[in-house]
C-alpha cells in the first residue's frame, strides 16, 4: 500500500514536470499560454463552448512534511490529492431556455493527511492539507440548474450543491485549512458540508444594485452523505432538518483605479437538534455568524490585476452546541511582485482557532501561519511551495509546535 502511494505521487510530480518541460516545443497540449494541459483538441473544444459546452478536468495534489517539533523527533510526509471531472452547460445556447445554466460535477479523492498520521500534530483542529477529509472516495459534487428572472436580478438555483459553493466563501490558495475555503464548513463541519459533499438545496439570489446583492438558502441536513458509500446519494432517506444560511454580500470597486473587494455578512441556522456541551439530556439548534472581506489594497504599475490584497475571516458560532466558538484568520497576498513574473504571488496567512470554553478540558486556542509563494508555471499549471508553523496543537496551551513543509499543485488538464 505503502508502495502504490508513493508510485502515485511521483508519476503525479513526473508528469507534471514533463508537462512544463513540453511547453516550449508544443502549440497545443502543454501550451503555456494554453488555459488546457492537453489543450483545444484542435480547436473542438473552443467549438464545444461556442455552442454552450465546457468540460473541465482538473488535479490538486498536496504534499506536507514535518521539518521540526518542539517535543517530538519522529519526521513524515503524507501526500493527498483530488481530481474534479466536470461539465457546465449554458442552456440557453443549447434548448433556447434564456438566462439558464447547469452544471455536473464529480470529484474524487485520495490519499493521507500528515495531520491525522504524525503524532506531533496530534488532535491538530486544522489541516496541513485542506484536499484531505470528507472520505477518499468518488463523490457527486455538483449537479444543479440555475436561472435569472427579472432582467437577471433574480437568481434561482437548485439541485445538489454545498453551501460554501455561494455562502461564507472564499478562495483556497492556501493548503493550510484554517485558510482555505468557507470557515463556517470547516468548524460546524457536522451539519454544514463544504466541497466535494452535496446534497439537495436550493438558492436564491436578488441583485439589489451592481454592487450588492442578497442571498437566502435552504440545504437538506442529511448525515448519511458524509458516508464513503453515499457518495452517489440522491435519496432523502435519513433527511434531518435544513441548515438556513443568508448573506449580503458587496462588490465595490474602490477609488480612482477601481480596485475590487468583496464583504460577506452572514448568518446560519440549523433546525437539527444537537446535543448542548454542558447539558447532554438537553437539545438546542446551531446558528452563528461570518464577516469576510477581502479588498485589494494596492496596484502594481496601475495595472488592476497586480497589487496587494488583504483578507480577513470571522466566525461565530453559539456556545451551547458548537466544539469551536470562534474563528479568525487574517492575510495579504501580493500578485506580481516581480515584472518578469506578473502572475506569480506571494502570500502570507494567519488563523486562530478558540475551543468552547464549557468544553472544561483546559484546551484554549490553536494558531496556524502559512507562508506560501505561487509559481505560475503555466496557464493551466500553478505550483505553490509552502511553509506552516502550528502553535499550541489541538489549542493545548502547552502542547506542541510544528514546522510542517508543503508544496501544492493545481492543474487544469
Known sequence: MQKLRISRKWFTLCLMGLSINSGTHAQSAFAVDSPWMLGDWQGTRTALQTQGYSFNLGYTGEMATLLDAKTHSSHGTEYADQFVLGSHFDLDKILGWQDTEAQIIITERNGHSLSQTSDALDGHLSSTQEVW??????????????????????????GRFGEGEDFNSFDCD???????GSQVGNWVGDQWFNWPVSQWAARLKYQVSPELF??????????????????FNLSTSGSDGVIVPIELVWQPKVGMQGKTGEYRLGYYYSSEDAVEIQNPNTTSHKQGMWVVAKQQLLQHAQDPHRGLTGFINLTVHDDKTNTVDNMQNIGVIYTGVLDMRPKDEIALGFARIHLNDDLNTGQDEEYNTELYYGLHATNWLTIRPNLQYIRHVGADKNGENVWVGGIKFQTAF
Request: aromatic letters at 12%; proline letters at 2%.
Open 133 to 158: 477529509g470528507r472520505g477518499q472516495t468518488w463523490r457527486l459534487t455538483n449537479l444543479w440548474i440555475k436561472k435569472q428572472f427579472i432582467n437577471q436580478k433574480l437568481d434561482i438555483k437548485v
Open 174 to 180: 492556501f493548503q493550510n485549512l484554517a485558510l482555505c
Open 214 to 231: 442578497s442571498q437566502i438558502g435552504v440545504y437538506e441536513y442529511n448525515p448519511e452523505n458524509l458516508k464513503r458509500s453515499q457518495g
